[in-house]
């Protein structure tokens, strides 16, 4: 057997992975032209300037129409866009919202920024939200859920719809990580009452910031845009509806996007399709490899085949011991690998943990709920379990049919070679 590199072997690649920033490392001369052109009409504001590109009003368009979507508003982060979401949706002091234990602290953090109060749900071994958990977190005071698409991998929204439906709540689909994602063909984002997207660099495509909101339904949209832009409606012409009567004001936020980062959102938005593309056909390559000689891998539940994005490689390995371990092993071989979110689940954070907004006291937490929400540590115990034990591979569209050799070849040598195979009962 090889020696493994943390024995002093040789590594299975000479170099670390390319870094896995799908937009970033295909940005180039369509992005710079866009944004050149941008400046060169002194014009970087979306809703007035001498010679206005609309740069981020063709984004939205595009956005709309490519997701099959009548309504698309731009942004300027996706923590903006969940807040946006959520205020579109009324959610506010006295109300708590679902949010799966697995996900970036964005999720729940936009929740408190809007004065609501999380609720974690489970997770299976897809990774994301179990739809048989919503029953247990639920009751009256909550209004609605937030489901997540785990790095590529889909939610599964039929029963996730179906049990919201059942109560009368709303989803919102947080599509951060995942833009391109489909479930049952259908774009992850609409198929709950509202999507949101990032754009920033740690995402599928970039400008380093950005987001946006998508939804059907012409009133949350309205509600949204003016959230987004003090209570303003400035686009009544664009959409056939906003008004401007008293009832209809109220205040709002600047989440507005700039024309610079749509004009560079536009060429990133271009390049969705391809990149995609590549990425999913590295990750059957890196997939049937690993099936083939190590078959007693175990990998996260795929939600949906042809929907998935396949922009990581999800891997359960029997023990946290042994995922630890693994991590370890590959980096020496220069295949970095990574848990999410450091392995535990979000409702950890501190922030969450102990209940901690910027307000005085502990608002909003301190509603008098009739179900009073406190947090454990094992209040989701698949996830901790879960979370502990998942090591995810990055795969880079870019990925050359050499890197992906290697890679294969330092997996099977560090599966074998630490013996993780024994440990699988
Ligand atoms: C990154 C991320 C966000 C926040 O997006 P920003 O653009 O960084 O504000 C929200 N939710 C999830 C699941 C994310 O991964």
């Not at 180039?28 to 944004?35: D, K, Q, R, S, T």
């Not at 953090?109 to 809007?114: F, I, L, P």
């Amino acid at each position: 057997m090889e020696t493994l590199a943390i024995h002093g072997g040789k590594p299975a690649r000479s170099t670390p992975l390319p870094p896995n920033y799908p937009g970033a490392v295909v940005m180039g001369e369509e992005e710079a032209g866009a944004l050149a052109a941008v400046i060169r009409a002194q014009s970087p504001f979306r809703y007035y300037g001498p010679n206005a590109p609309q740069a981020v009003q063709s984004l939205e368009d595009r956005i709309a129409g490519d997701i099959g979507v009548p309504y698309a508003l731009a942004v300027s982060s996706g923590t903006a866009a969940l807040i946006v979401a959520l205020k579109a949706l009324g959610i506010g002091y006295g109300d708590k919202v679902i949010v799966p234990a697995n996900t970036f602290v964005a999720t729940a953090g936009a929740v408190v920024c809007c004065n609501a109060v999380p609720v974690f749900a489970d997770i299976d071994d897809s990774l994301g939200l179990d739809p048989g958990d919503l029953e247990r977190v639920y009751d009256d005071e909550v209004k609605a859920i937030i489901c997540v698409p785990i790095l590529g991998n889909p939610c599964e929204m039929d029963p996730i719809m179906a049990f919201a439906r059942s109560q009368g709540i709303p989803v919102i689909e947080d599509v951060a990580q995942s833009c391109g994602a489909k479930y049952k063909g259908h774009w992850c984002g609409t198929y709950g009452d509202i999507g949101t997207f990032s754009f920033q660099m740690n995402k599928i495509i970039t400008a380093g910031e950005g987001g946006a909101v998508v939804t059907s339904a012409p009133g949350l949209f309205e509600r949204a845009v003016r959230y987004h832009d003090q209570g303003l409606f400035r686009d009544k012409e664009r959409y056939g509806f906003g008004s401007d009567d008293a009832d209809s004001a109220f205040a709002g936020q600047n989440y507005r996007m700039s024309e610079l980062i749509g004009a560079v959102l536009s060429e990133q938005w271009n390049k969705l399709g391809a990149l995609n593309r590549m990425t999913k056909a590295n990750w059957h390559s890196v997939h049937s490899r690993l099936i083939t000689e190590l078959p007693a891998l175990r990998h996260r539940r795929i939600i949906d085949e042809d929907g998935h994005l396949g922009s990581n490689y999800g891997m359960i390995l029997p023990t946290k011991e042994a995922a630890a371990a693994f991590n370890h092993a590959l980096a020496a071989e220069n295949i970095g690998t990574f848990l999410l979110y450091c392995g535990k689940p979000v409702y950890m954070a501190p922030q969450f943990f102990r209940q901690r907004s910027a307000e005085r006291g502990s608002f909003p937490f301190d509603y008098p709920f009739a179900q009073p929400v406190r947090y454990t540590e094992a209040m989701c115990p698949r996830a901790v379990d879960l979370m502990s034990r998942t090591v995810y591979l990055p795969i880079s569209p870019l990925l050359t049919e050499t890197d992906i050799e290697e890679i294969a070849a330092g997996m099977i040598k560090v599966y074998r070679g630490l013996c993780i195979e024994s440990l699988v009962e």
